[in-house]
């Protein structure tokens, strides 16, 4: 059977690596990776290929940033005649960036089946464009592979069938588990001058977040304060690096430093490859992001997580995991970081089937679905019909 899978942002290649490995093991299975080029950047994309170990892709759209229209449309446009030559048997999208869910449509509309791998998560905040981007994927896909079971409860809240649903796990928590021993010997915390298990990590690219400058600003300040008790390293997704650099020095007793951490005051740094920014988290006493998948290594690896945002459509990471939804009110960031300092680290907390196996159950579960779809040629000729 012939499966081709797409990637494009960062957060995909942590997602695809595992299953990618998974597929390579089944003689029965010809695995295609077309990758979008939504992230481009060496950092961004790059580096997860060969930290990842994933094989170069088989084609390159080479999509690049834009709006959402150009960028969503552009992938369709590109992507169209790639799977009409290649006609797979599924193709496989992860999570909720713009190439997913114009992967989606352009592959549904060709008649080819569909695998959404992490579907069914739900903010229930449609400013959020990765919500809408999980609605239409879900809502057109036929294999919904879901890391936790409010998702599937979502899911059928949707309307969606209940034999389409497969709780499966997660795979980014596979890709923490199968480099683990190759993050435990990063030396990005002694490179950076920080101490074990007494510095902070930030992460914020969300448009919410990080396109207002007053409220960016406001960050800024809380992060900073946080700061003055604790070493906080901020790795600058390249959005948020602009718009930093667009604040032009207006926000009052902001401390931004750029080199080593091991004084007081935010330090900004490069995007961090996979590894390194593992390792980082792991040894952390507080992460701040306004990222998903953050919020799921972070429980994982016990570290406590707190959420600069309104809402999570990842709840499992709450009611099993180390994370807390704090809004991006400063005086509330402040006192929620000041109350996790005072209290003993979490231990590592496993949300159901958080288990580094996911990627096994996805292909598994794709193998035995696609055999008994009636006339699978192996090269999806049934797809012409
Ligand atoms: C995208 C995803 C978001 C995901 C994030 C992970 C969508 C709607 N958003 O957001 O869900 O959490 O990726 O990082 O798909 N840029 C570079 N170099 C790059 C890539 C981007 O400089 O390699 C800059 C460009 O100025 C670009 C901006 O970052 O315009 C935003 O990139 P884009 O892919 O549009 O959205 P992200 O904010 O990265």
Known sequence: MKIVSVVGARPNFVKIS??????????DVCSLLVNTGQHYDANMADQFFQELQIPQADVSLEVGSGSHAYQTAEVMRRLEPVLDRLRPDALVVVGDVNSTLAATVTAVKLRIPVAH???????FDRAMPEEINRLLTDAISDYLFVTEEGARQNLLREGVADDKIFFVGNVMIDSLERYRSSWEHSRIRAQLGLPESAYGVVTLHRPSNVDDP????????????VARQLPVVFPCHPRTRTRIAQLNGSVSGLELRSDRADTPGLCCVDPLGYLDFMALVASARIVFTDS????????????????????????VTVT???NRVVGTS?????????RVLQTPAPSPSRPPLWDGNASERIVAILRDRLRRVPGLTGDGQRNHT
């Open 330 to 338: 400063p005086a509330r960031i402040v006192q929620e970081a000041i």
């Open 292 to 315: 998903g998948g953050l919020q799921e290594e972070a429980a994982v690896l016990g570290v406590p997580c707190l959420t600069l945002r309104e809402n999570t459509e990842r709840p």
């Open 214 to 225: 007053i409220v960016l600003g406001d960050l800024l300040k809380a992060l900073s304060e």
């Open 117 to 123: 791998v992490e579907a069914g998560l739900r903010s």
């Open 320 to 322: 099993h995991g180390t």
């Open 18 to 27: 595992p299953l990618l490995a998974e597929m390579r093991r089944h003689p």
